[in-house]
């Protein structure tokens, strides 16, 4: 069973289980964070015309959502550009055409990263705030494939291509997490973030 599965999994039999929580979010349980993934990934396929190979940017200081970003984007075989420290936000718009993002989703207290008339720009809660109408439809989800590209804190040198398969183990996951931490590390995601997902457990985020 993969990673996908597990998740689909949790939301059938134990679907009011807490899966994410945070000081700045309201609970959300594992039935939803499945249904916001579909969503997701519909409106990523339907409207945002996201493709498999395509790489989205995510500025932000490690939202809930974002989690429920890159999931719908590994779910379609995309890629997902995280950008949380303070010099990747700065230099977001660059970042995101110099690693040819198409799409560009940013936390809604932010303003508006500037961007190339090719790369879309669009808050984090559009993803999910409205109901989409179209269906998925050529979704792999595939864990060994290339979903995020994590770049140096201070964006220079070459981005680590990584993907659901190599960084989920077998280690325990950690309760919290410090503040302030960007959520799309190796580290965190290896010792925190999917090790809880994968075994349905909630997942604190600060």
């Not at 981005?159 to 580290?187: K, R, S, Y």
């Amino acid at each position: 069973m993969n990673f996908f599965d597990l998740l689909r999994a949790h939301a059938r039999e134990r679907g009011q289980a807490v899966a994410t929580s945070s000081p700045r979010h309201r609970l959300t349980s594992y039935r939803k964070l499945w249904s916001r993934i579909e969503r997701g990934s519909a409106r990523l396929q339907g409207e945002w015309l996201v493709e498999a190979g395509d790489v989205v940017a995510y500025a932000g200081h490690g939202h809930a959502d974002a989690l429920v970003l890159w999931l719908s984007l590994a779910r379609l075989g995309a890629v997902l550009l995280p950008l949380e420290t303070p010099a990747l936000l700065g230099a977001a718009g660059n970042l995101a055409e110099r690693h040819g993002a198409r799409l560009l989703l940013f936390d809604d207290e932010l303003a508006a990263p500037e961007v190339q008339d090719d790369c879309a720009c669009h808050f984090l809660s559009a993803l999910i705030e409205r109901p989409c109408h179209h269906e998925v439809r050529d979704c792999p989800e595939d864990p060994a494939a290339v979903s995020l590209l994590l770049l140096p804190a201070d964006g220079a040198g070459e981005a680590q291509p990584c993907n659901i398969g190599a960084l989920l183990h077998a280690a325990p996951p950690v309760d919290a997490w410090p503040a302030g931490h960007a959520l799309f590390t190796a580290a965190r995601l290896q010792a925190q973030v999917l090790p809880a997902l994968a075994q349905g457990l909630p997942l604190a985020l600060a």
